[in-house]
């Protein structure tokens, strides 16, 4: 289990991380999120041992996870992390940087091996290709397959699709995920993407001014969320009469208190998000026909 036990730490002045504890278990699979800032990337660099903590302790099982003054090579061996910035070596091939920490001693196996992770991050047909010449998205499906070469304990990723574009981005997602849950690699995620989270993690946490605000299942953040924060990382909300709900759980009725003037309609493919104005302020709600501007509606929670 990893075990992080009140952990703070700042760059400069300013705290990132203020005393931040939480568990992960064998196998989990947990999302950090929180606005640009909020110190995601952060949390992954110090469970890998980037920077040493100004204060707490981080666990894998016995094992305590300590930084650079305490450690000649950043990393434990049972940890793989993929930075946002992932640091390939481009003047060799993508088989070549996916075995590059695998063992020459049986090269049969390694090239099955290599096979496999080829597959998992769907590059077959670019084996032979230098990597210098491949595109951000295919670079980063590189960096993935080669931080599971050796199969990791865990693995850390950093927003690991946001150079993915979105022809490949749900197959690849699904192919990674699936994979890291066969093999039981417990995998900590920092995303803004909620479809890397609603399908795939077990648990989510979100930091907040250097805390963590909320942490639990998607399932219970996504029905309850607790304020607006949360609420807009999944969808479009309302906050009407201080009750939070998403666009989709509102629908159009004949009459009701709530009254809106619709102000635009969003094509958004199977439905339209309605943009309309109730009492002064913007709401939306879905509709599966496009609304006209300046049309009365009334509207209901569902
Ligand atoms: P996120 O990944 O959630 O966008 P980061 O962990 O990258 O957030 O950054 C958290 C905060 O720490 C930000 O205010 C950022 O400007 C600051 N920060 C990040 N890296 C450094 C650094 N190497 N030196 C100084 N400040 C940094
Ligand atoms: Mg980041």
Redesign the pocket.
Known sequence: MLQVKNISFR??KQA?LNNISFNVKPGEHLSII??????????LKLLYGTYDLHEGHIFWNDFEILGPKYNLIIGPEFMKYVAQEFDLMPFITVSENIGAFLSNFYPEEKQERINELLDVVELKSFAKTKVKELSGGQKQRVALARAIAKQPEIILL?EPFSHIDNFKKQSLRRSLFKYLKEKNITCIV?THDKNDVLSFSDNMIV?HNSKIMAKNTPQKLYNKPKNKLIASFFEEFNEIDGKISYANQLEVVDKSNLKTIVKHSYYKGHYYLIEADLNGEIIFFEHNTQLESGKIVFVNHI
């Open positions: 760059y400069k990132v929180g606005e640009s800032g909020s110190g995601k990337s952060t949390l950093d920092a930091l």
